[in-house]
């Protein structure tokens, strides 16, 4: 069964304070990794594709990385408005050829930034 | 306005009751999605549409059923509710894309309560 662990399940830091979240996936041959960056009483927003090991990708303070068994994404000098929970899916190659309806979604790590 | 819009944005309703939450979109996606979300267990798929002809059922689809009405408007409804539905409900949208990209375009969320 595909399965996708995120932790810290929560995280605060300060102002300025960089650090990284994991998302560790078991999958039978991964086919993409995605991140989504989720504000309170809204739906999730999408941030990022990583399709192989080694593949970054960047997006003003974040950067996601990923390797055969996890991603990290970091964040670098955070500000308050990063506060959100990160949300991690995977899709197996093994599902087949398919769409988002493939996705398999972690339970998300909700950062504090304060200020 | 959104490019995803869900109606309600929070329902109470009692047992037994039948609630149909809506969604419609004005991205232009063929496909559409409904997902679940619970505190501690992520997001779940319910049920997704390539078409209007085309219904598929997801990972939790009992207890629901869906509709698709045009393109644009995708309903969820729930025949007789009961207290364990009660959650976060969102609509999603997405375009074909291969490889797949991940990207989830979500409404909101409806909020329901069931007493």
């Known amino acids: 069964e595909d399965q996708v662990t995120q932790s810290p399940e929560a995280l605060r830091l300060q102002e300025g304070e960089s650090s990284s979240l994991n998302c560790s996936y078991t999958?039978?041959?991964?086919?993409?990794l995605f991140w989504y960056r989720q504000d309170p009483g809204k739906g999730p927003e999408f941030l990022f594709t990583?399709?192989?090991a080694g593949e970054e990708k960047e997006k003003e303070r974040l950067k996601a990385t990923l390797t055969k068994k996890e991603s990290f994404l970091h964040i670098t000098a955070p500000k308050p408005e990063d506060s959100a929970t990160y949300l991690c899916a995977v899709q197996a190659y093994l599902s087949g050829w398919g769409g988002s309806e493939k996705l398999v979604f972690g339970k998300g790590t909700k950062l504090t930034v304060n200020p | 306005d959104a490019d995803v819009t869900q109606t309600p944005r929070n329902r109470i309703t009692k047992t037994g009751k039948r609630i149909m939450l809506e969604c419609s979109q004005t991205?232009?996606?063929?496909?559409m999605y409904w997902y679940r979300q619970d505190p501690g267990l992520g997001l779940r798929l319910i049920y997704y549409s390539f078409d209007v002809k085309d219904i598929n059922k997801g990972e939790i689809s009992d207890g629901y059923s869906v509709s698709r009405q045009a393109q644009a408007k995708f309903s969820l409804s729930l025949e007789s509710a009961i207290p364990n539905q009660t959650a976060l409900y969102f609509c999603?949208?997405?375009?074909?894309?291969?490889?797949?990209?991940?990207?989830?375009?979500f409404g909101e969320g409806s909020r329901l309560t069931v007493l």
């Open positions: 990583l399709y192989s």
């Open positions: 999958v039978s041959g991964l086919r993409g």
């Open positions: 991205k232009g996606h063929d496909r």
């Open positions: 999603a949208t997405s375009r074909l894309a291969d490889p797949n990209t991940g990207e989830l375009f």
